[in-house]
Nanobody
């Protein structure tokens, strides 16, 4: 199983970006998915989560600006980021709780995509 993240880049403050993360390989089902980020010299932090039915949760720092969603097949997760601020600069990682088969469950991480917001 692999998670492939994409969509990062350089944007000016106030701009927008959309990150995507797609799961590939052989698996039974994906449960919760999430986005994390890690800024230089800081710990990795949770940005947003989404359950399989679609319930969402956000870090206070991104509420009202970021939107997490999943594709129709539930195997892809998106992060729409609006009103970007320089403090949003970080490497963004997707994360998924995946059943490889019934009774076998593990957490997988994508490779990270860089988001840089200039002031």
């Amino acid at each position: 199983v692999q998670l492939q993240a994409s969509g990062g880049g350089l944007v000016q403050a106030g701009g927008s970006l959309t990150l995507s993360c797609a799961a590939s390989g052989r698996f039974f089902r994906i449960n919760d998915m999430a986005w994390y980020r890690q800024a230089p010299a800081k710990q990795r932090e949770l940005v947003a989560t989404i359950t399989r039915p679609g319930s969402t949760n956000y870090a206070d720092s991104v509420k009202g600006r970021f939107t997490i969603s999943r594709g129709n097949t539930k195997n892809t997760v998106y992060l729409q980021m609006n009103g970007l601020k320089p403090e949003d600069t970080a490497v963004y990682y997707c994360n998924a709780d995946i059943y490889i088969r019934l009774g076998s469950r593990d957490v997988y991480w994508g490779q990270g995509t860089q988001v840089t917001v200039s002031s």
